[in-house]
């Protein structure tokens, strides 16, 4: 166990490395920064005069490898637009997102699981289908676009939420149920599929057969065995929905990570936007490290793959 | 397909009244006739809807009511017919500049079709390639492309299309290309995992005995046999594609208008939703419903590749 949680480390720490340099390299090559920043009516002298201020002059090794030791302290410089750093930024903000992303993780959690274990032990009924119609459904909304339809629905027609802002709880609600929903289907299908296969098992014949209550087959023998590869998804999902933040964030006026990003690209704020990039993509990577580490505690057969 | 064997009451008409639930885990053999039914009728429903999206985006000039650039200023949104004051002049009604909506919708179809064909095309090229050789070489080979797909898992795909359109100017062909260049990870994993298993079948084992070249086995042998799981994924990747240009275009840093992209529709009708909210519900629900008809389709693919799925 304890080679296999090394040898994760490493390579999770290898994979933040790169996603550095490729993403580094990906916003100095894919246009001129100093034409971007400097704006269309910018004279050539100005453009030079950018390129030399912010440093866009040296060759884009050297600057990566300053940017890269500023970053391993937390010093991702200062933001062009505002007048402060990046780290006080990103803290500053950071809470709204984690918010929002734990309770729409909470939210999947809460329905994809009951939901998937009713489908598999409903199988082929209409419970059964109208799971599977939900995920179907929550599988092809665009999420900007339900996220406009619950405000239409619930903020302004009825009435009972905020639409936009982030001063209290009630204004995580929508938000929470338009990210939530999106990572609902995958969970719910998986669940079903892991119970359904799970069901057939002999274990749990033999937990039938002993005389065990049904309850107590479904929830201690097969639930804890399906759930195993869920939790691994929910992590995944979770990396997946603070990337996915810009969009709500955006939709919903949250100021936060993603908020931040979306100003900080139509800003050319680059400082910004790499250092978010490379944050989402730590929180991913740390947290599929943890779900490999807790699947792997959960189920030695993994660790010696 | 066998469309033609779904009756359409088939499979909710035997649910009621089963009676025989002794061993209600094991569902009884007609039950699972139904649920390939089923499975067939989203197929059909799918292959429907895509196959009708195709012809209008074919025929969209000679559908289309209007001209979906023209504005009419004197007839800014006009609500859509079954309005009070609708007409069916504009079917659909119009936008803030008088243009209709039916007609912008109509020519929409065609963005949202070249985006999902062509980038699960440039995806599945680039994510295919991979995933053959590393399920095909293992070792030293599988250990680097694994990791280029692990890397690539953890890159926040929405943020950095975002910003990379916003860098080199959005239009549809950066859009497309950025994407293309972005969603190759599920065909990487998928036919890796696909290439893996019959990398020691027999006839591959064959080929190699006689002494057929390597880009003879993996074109001849290797790549028919993982076709049908890939056109699964091209299906996958072509909804993920759509839902994905539709979000950079609401977000502005997709397609640029005057472009009828669906997604920069809803953006535009965004500042009247709260008045007249079907400016955003007409361009939302065409979108909805193109792409779940394409996750239909590719379920249904699925299903049919299934081992044991034919019958």
Same mark, same amino acid.
């Given at each position: 166990?304890?080679?296999?949680?090394?040898?994760?480390?490493?390579?999770?720490?290898?994979?933040?490395?790169?996603?550095?340099?490729?993403?580094?390299?990906?916003?100095?090559?894919?246009?001129?920064?100093?034409?971007?920043?400097?704006?269309?009516?910018?004279?050539?002298?100005?453009?030079?005069?950018?390129?030399?201020?912010?440093?866009?002059?040296?060759?884009?090794?050297?600057?990566?490898?300053?940017?890269?030791?500023?970053?391993?302290?937390?010093?991702?410089?200062?933001?062009?637009?505002?007048?402060?750093?990046?780290?006080?930024?990103?803290?500053?903000?950071?809470?709204?997102?984690?918010?929002?992303?734990?309770?729409?993780?909470?939210?999947?959690?809460?329905?994809?699981?009951?939901?998937?274990?009713?489908?598999?032990?409903?199988?082929?009924?209409?419970?059964?289908?109208?799971?599977?119609?939900?995920?179907?459904?929550?599988?092809?909304?665009?999420?900007?676009?339900?996220?406009?339809?619950?405000?239409?629905?619930?903020?302004?027609?009825?009435?009972?939420?905020?639409?936009?802002?982030?001063?209290?709880?009630?204004?995580?609600?929508?938000?929470?149920?338009?990210?939530?929903?999106?990572?609902?289907?995958?969970?719910?299908?998986?669940?079903?599929?892991?119970?359904?296969?799970?069901?057939?098992?002999?274990?749990?014949?033999?937990?039938?057969?002993?005389?065990?209550?049904?309850?107590?087959?479904?929830?201690?023998?097969?639930?804890?065995?399906?759930?195993?590869?869920?939790?691994?998804?929910?992590?995944?999902?979770?990396?997946?929905?603070?990337?996915?933040?810009?969009?709500?964030?955006?939709?919903?006026?949250?100021?936060?990570?993603?908020?931040?990003?979306?100003?900080?690209?139509?800003?050319?704020?680059?400082?910004?936007?790499?250092?978010?990039?490379?944050?989402?993509?730590?929180?991913?990577?740390?947290?599929?490290?943890?779900?490999?580490?807790?699947?792997?505690?959960?189920?030695?057969?993994?660790?010696?793959? | 397909?066998?469309?033609?064997?779904?009756?359409?009451?088939?499979?909710?008409?035997?649910?009621?009244?089963?009676?025989?639930?002794?061993?209600?885990?094991?569902?009884?053999?007609?039950?699972?006739?139904?649920?390939?039914?089923?499975?067939?009728?989203?197929?059909?429903?799918?292959?429907?809807?895509?196959?009708?999206?195709?012809?209008?985006?074919?025929?969209?000039?000679?559908?289309?009511?209007?001209?979906?650039?023209?504005?009419?200023?004197?007839?800014?949104?006009?609500?859509?017919?079954?309005?009070?004051?609708?007409?069916?002049?504009?079917?659909?009604?119009?936008?803030?500049?008088?243009?209709?909506?039916?007609?912008?919708?109509?020519?929409?179809?065609?963005?949202?079709?070249?985006?999902?064909?062509?980038?699960?095309?440039?995806?599945?090229?680039?994510?295919?390639?991979?995933?053959?050789?590393?399920?095909?070489?293992?070792?030293?080979?599988?250990?680097?492309?694994?990791? #280029?797909?692990?890397?690539?898992?953890?890159?926040?795909? #929405?943020?950095?299309?975002?910003?990379?359109?916003?860098?080199?100017?959005?239009?549809?062909?950066?859009?497309?290309?950025?994407?293309?260049?972005?969603?190759?990870?599920?065909?990487?994993?998928?036919?890796?995992?696909?290439?893996?298993?019959?990398?020691?079948?027999?006839?591959?084992?064959?080929?190699?005995?006689?002494?057929?070249?390597?880009?003879?086995?993996?074109?001849?042998?290797?790549?028919?046999?993982?076709?049908?799981?890939?056109?699964?994924?091209?299906?996958?990747?072509?909804?993920?594609?759509?839902?994905?240009?539709?979000?950079?275009?609401?977000?502005?840093?997709?397609?640029?208008?005057?472009?009828?992209?669906?997604?920069?529709?809803?953006?535009?009708?965004?500042?009247?939703?709260?008045?007249?909210?079907?400016?955003?519900?007409?361009?939302?629900?065409?979108?909805?419903?193109?792409?779940?008809?394409?996750?239909?389709?590719?379920?249904?693919?699925?299903?049919?590749?299934?081992?044991?799925?034919?019958?």
């Amino acid at each position: 166990m304890g080679t296999f949680i090394v040898r994760r480390i490493l390579i999770a720490m290898s994979v933040a490395l790169t996603i550095s340099i490729v993403s580094f390299m990906l916003l100095h090559l894919s246009g001129d920064l100093a034409t971007s920043i400097a704006g269309p009516e910018a004279t050539a002298e100005q453009v030079e005069q950018i390129r030399t201020d912010y440093g866009l002059d040296r060759p884009i090794v050297n600057q990566y490898l300053d940017w890269l030791g500023g970053a391993l302290t937390f010093d991702f410089g200062r933001s062009y637009y505002y007048q402060s750093t990046v780290v006080d930024l990103i803290v500053d903000r950071m809470p709204i997102t984690l918010t929002l992303g734990g309770l729409a993780l909470a939210l999947a959690i809460s329905i994809s699981i009951p939901l998937g274990v009713l489908a598999a032990l409903k199988r082929d009924t209409w419970i059964d289908r109208l799971a599977l119609l939900f995920a179907v459904v929550g599988q092809a909304m665009p999420s900007f676009w339900f996220g406009l339809t619950l405000i239409v629905v619930f903020a302004v027609t009825l009435q009972w939420l905020p639409a936009a802002g982030s001063d209290g709880w009630q204004h995580f609600v929508l938000p929470a149920i338009a990210l939530g929903y999106y990572a609902t289907p995958a969970m719910m299908r998986l669940t079903r599929t892991g119970m359904l296969e799970v069901l057939e098992s002999d274990y749990i014949r033999t937990a039938r057969a002993k005389g065990l209550r049904t309850g107590s087959v479904i929830f201690k023998h097969a639930l804890r065995n399906a759930i195993i590869p869920v939790v691994a998804l929910a992590a995944v999902e979770l990396g997946f929905m603070l990337g996915g933040s810009v969009v709500i964030e955006s939709v919903f006026s949250l100021n936060g990570l993603g908020q931040l990003a979306w100003d900080a690209i139509s800003r050319n704020d680059y400082p910004v936007v790499q250092a978010v990039v490379l944050i989402i993509a730590l929180f991913y990577i740390v947290l599929t490290l943890l779900a490999d580490v807790a699947n792997a505690a959960l189920d030695p057969r993994i660790r010696t793959r | 397909m066998t469309t033609s064997s779904v009756s359409p009451t088939a499979s909710s008409a035997s649910t009621p009244g089963t009676g025989l639930g002794e061993i209600p885990l094991q569902p009884p053999a007609w039950s699972r006739v139904t649920r390939r039914l089923f499975g067939h009728r989203g197929l059909a429903i799918g292959l429907i809807v895509v196959g009708l999206a195709i012809l209008i985006a074919i025929f969209a000039p000679l559908l289309a009511p209007h001209d979906p650039y023209h504005q009419d200023i004197a007839n800014r949104m006009v609500p859509p017919v079954w309005h009070d004051k609708g007409s069916w002049e504009h079917v659909l009604g119009t936008d803030k500049l008088g243009r209709d909506t039916l007609s912008r919708l109509l020519f929409g179809t065609r963005i949202s079709l070249t985006i999902g064909l062509v980038v699960a095309l440039i995806s599945g090229v680039i994510g295919t390639t991979l995933g053959v050789l590393a399920g095909y070489f293992g070792g030293r080979v599988d250990a680097v492309i694994s990791y #280029v797909i692990t890397t690539r898992l953890a890159m926040p795909v #929405v943020l950095v299309a975002l910003a990379l359109a916003s860098l080199t100017g959005g239009s549809l062909t950066t859009v497309i290309v950025l994407l293309g260049l972005l969603l190759w990870d599920r065909f990487a994993v998928v036919s890796r995992s696909v290439t893996q298993q019959m990398r020691d079948a027999e006839y591959v084992y064959a080929a190699r005995t006689l002494g057929c070249s390597l880009p003879y086995i993996l074109l001849r042998e290797v790549l028919p046999n993982i076709a049908g799981s890939l056109i699964v994924v091209m299906t996958l990747e072509m909804a993920h594609a759509i839902l994905l240009e539709a979000t950079l275009s609401f977000l502005g840093m997709g397609v640029q208008p005057p472009l009828p992209s669906w997604g920069l529709m809803v953006a535009e009708g965004k500042a009247y939703m709260f008045f007249q909210p079907w400016v955003i519900a007409i361009p939302g629900i065409a979108l909805f419903v193109l792409v779940l008809a394409i996750n239909l389709l590719g379920d249904g693919l699925r299903d049919l590749n299934a081992p044991g799925g034919r019958n």
